[in-house]
Each structure stands twice: as C-alpha cells, then as structure tokens.
C-alpha cells in the first residue's frame, strides 16, 4: 500500500468524471474509477496511471446497495481504505412533466440520490477511522429549476441538502462535504440534450455560451479544478458549500 490518499470517483469513464479522476491523479492520489460497465473505465484508468499514481477501475450499479458495498470493499483491499469520495454518478431522462414516466423520475433519483447516498454511507466508515476524509457530490444549476428535467432538478437540489446535511454530521471526524454546481459543460451528455431539441451539439454550444457572461461553455477541466481544491488539505474548513462553476453569477 502506498502512503497517498486513496479518491473514488464515480461515474468516471469519461466527462466530468474523467477529468475529475486525471485532476486527483495529479495531486497525486491514487484513483479508483467506477461507472456502470468496467470496461468504459479503461481509458480514464489509463490517464490516471500515467500521471504515475496507481489506479484501478470497477464496475458498479451505485444506486445498488450490494454493488456499493463490494466495490468499496474492493477499492480498500486492491488500492487502501479511500478517504476521498466524488459523487459524480448521473443519468438524463428528461422530459415534461405531463409525460415524465414513474421509471423517468425513479432511475434518476435512484442513480443521483440513492447512489449518493450509499456511496458516501459506505466510505465514511473508512474516512471516520483515518480522520480525515472529504466528500465532493456534482450537482447542477439545474438544481434551481429547469424545464423537461422536473426529476434531474429535484436530486441536484438534494444533493445540495444532503451534502450540508453530511457537513454538519461528520464535520467532527475531520471530514468535510460540499457540492459542486457545474452549469453549462461541453460533455456527452449534453449531445443527448442537443439530439433531443433536434439542433447540431456545435449550434448548441455556441447558443449557450451567448447566454453565458464569460462567453463560452465550460469544460470538464474547469469542474475538476473545483474539485481538486475541496479534496485538498487546504479546503480543511470549508465545508457544507455549493459552488457554482457556471461562467457567471446567474444559473
């Protein structure tokens, strides 16, 4: 084992996720990626190795309590007992709410919130017994609102309570919790959202950056760069905040 501070990162194959796994990596903590399907984890494993830490990859429902609880399990037997958590694990099913389905609204709560939840019930255990430990969740500006997304924008303003919540909890075992709020971010998700307006992803984009007072649309880099200092030692009392990472001062 080595003497670094072990990060999980969910939902790390690729996007914000993946740029949040490098980002760490450069810090030099050694990375576990998870996301659904192991095998989508390989490149960000990859990237995280050559920054010459150690990582590995797993694959896991998060919104299932066994899947959490093995790959936790996992993390600390192949890598050691992680202490960094980023809750970043998400799904899109959007649409209005007259034709949201019950299976819209439970898949993205469940993956979100519940997975949320497990993950960071089941590595506070490691945290509380180091000491130290630090937990980052992605929410989203969404979280104030946002047309076709009624279930996207309820876990995202969740994850904001739950975030203060865990603050307040495990503040006193040296363990801090915040919550990022990227606004709009260049990623494969938003090619989903582009497809779904029938507009191209590079029209989409420059629409938005009009809209954005820095002009232009974020990119993963600049969530993982928020990231990066919660997860620090220099963010030790910094606890229970949302930042919003979004090119300006309005959602």
Do not use: C
């Amino acid at each position: 084992m080595s003497g670094r501070r072990i990060a999980i990162v969910t939902g790390g194959a690729r996007g914000i996720g993946a740029a949040i796994a490098t980002r760490l990596a450069a810090q030099d903590r050694d990375v576990a990626v998870v996301d659904l399907d192991e095998a989508a984890t390989e490149d960000t494993v990859a990237a995280v190795r050559a920054a010459g830490v150690r990582a590995v990859g797993i694959g896991a429902d998060v919104s299932r309590t066994e899947a959490v609880e093995a790959a936790v399990e996992r993390v600390a037997a192949e890598l050691g007992a992680p202490t960094i958590l980023v809750n970043n694990a998400g799904i899109l099913r959007d649409n209005l709410l007259f034709k949201m389905t019950d299976d819209d609204w439970d898949a993205v709560v469940a993956v979100h919130l519940r997975g949320a939840f497990l993950m960071s019930r089941a590595v506070q255990r490691h945290q509380v017994e180091a000491g130290w430990g630090r937990i980052v969740s992605l929410s989203s500006t969404s979280a104030l609102g946002n047309r076709g997304q009624a279930n996207y924008a309820a876990v995202k303003a969740g994850l904001q309570g739950f975030t203060k919540t865990l603050a307040i909890e495990l503040g006193r075992y040296g363990v801090t919790a915040n919550a990022i709020a990227p606004g709009f971010i260049a990623t494969d998700m938003l090619r989903q959202t582009a497809a779904r307006m029938k507009v191209s992803y590079e029209d989409f984009l420059a629409g938005a950056a009009k809209e954005i007072p820095v002009a232009r649309v974020g990119q993963p880099a600049d969530v993982a760069e928020a990231a990066a200092f919660f997860t620090s030692d220099a963010a030790s009392f910094v606890s229970g905040q949302v930042l919003y990472v979004a090119g300006g001062p309005k959602a």
